[in-house]
């Protein structure tokens, strides 16, 4: 048996476990722990104005946010705290470190008027502040009757 060619096929096996090994690690240390680098839900506006609006339509408005934290967010469950407002269902649960999205959803004006404030709940995967609130507000203008 040849030793010097044996020496250099352990020497690359050697090698390569070395280098898969030292691969690992640095994907292992670029995956951060939710509870020491937590994903973080930053909205552009946490209240939105949908500004005057007549009554009797549906208006359509969304929040704009971005996972400013260091491990993935996931969305578990979206509410509203009134039957006139409607989510818009989104597919997309999960958010990566930088990624954009947008919590899309309708007023049901019929039957209102004045202001109203409504608020929108979000459960998320943040470890000690799971639950975020986002409110939007309409001025629902109420048409007067022909004389």
């Known amino acids: 048996m040849n030793t010097g060619k044996t020496g250099k096929i352990l020497f690359l096996l050697f ?7 030292f691969s690992a690690f640095l994907v292992n240390k670029n995956m951060q722990d939710p ?3 937590p994903p973080v839900m930053t909205f552009k506006e946490e209240k939105v104005n949908l500004g005057d ?6 208006v359509n408005g969304e929040f704009e946010f971005t996972n400013t934290g260091q491990s993935v ?6 509410s509203a705290a009134c039957g ?15 990624e ?4 899309k959803f309708t007023f049901n004006t019929e039957g ?5 404030e409504k608020s929108i709940s979000i459960e998320t995967n943040h ?7 986002v409110t939007f507000t309409a001025n629902i203008i109420v048409p007067q009757p022909n004389k």
């Open 35 to 37: 509870k020491t680098h």
């Open 100 to 103: 954009s999205g947008k919590l």
């Open 84 to 98: 006139c407002t409607g989510l818009v269902a989104d597919e997309k649960k999960e958010y990566q470190p930088g």
């Open 112 to 116: 209102r008027s004045g202001v109203n």
């Open 127 to 133: 470890p000690t502040q799971p639950n975020k609130m």
């Open 15 to 21: 090698g390569l476990i070395l280098v898969g090994a």
């Open 53 to 58: 609006v007549p009554q009797g339509p549906v």
């Open 73 to 78: 967010l996931i969305i578990k469950k979206i």
